[in-house]
């Protein structure tokens, strides 16, 4: 079952800024018992894990985005965004929420993404 909407992807020249949101497509609070992550594919790579939250705002941050990303969740808790500052060529990639949990968990689960695209 697909546990999370992506939206906010695009096309951005280097350098540039977006924003991703991540909601949830089964409830109104994106947390359950995990934290929340911000995974990304690139074309001929892994899915990997680059930003987590908890819902009281404790985050961790892959090295390759640490100082330009920054996770936050709302008051409400019905949405995590990933704003994304300083965009380079790869961060191309196709962008993934969900829980931060092992890969047996999350099979199947994996909604669709949004492509963001940082070229000249």
């Known amino acids: 079952q697909v546990l999370f909407a992506e939206s906010g992807g695009g096309f951005v020249q280097p350098g540039g800024s977006l924003t991703l949101s991540c909601t949830s497509t089964?409830?109104?609070?994106?947390?359950?018992?995990?934290?929340i992550a911000w995974f990304r594919q690139a074309p001929g790579k892994e899915r990997e894990l680059i930003a987590a939250t908890t819902s009281a705002g404790i985050t961790k941050y892959d090295d390759s985005v640490k100082g330009r990303f920054t996770i936050s969740t709302d008051d409400a808790k019905n949405k995590v965004s990933l704003q994304m500052n300083n965009l380079k060529p790869e961060d191309t990639a196709v962008y993934y929420c969900?829980?931060?949990?092992?890969?047996?968990?999350?099979?199947?689960?994996w909604g669709q993404g949004t492509q963001v695209t940082v070229s000249s």
């Open positions: 969900n829980n931060d949990a092992p890969p047996s968990v999350l099979r199947g689960s």
């Open positions: 089964t409830s109104a609070s994106v947390f359950c018992i995990y934290a």
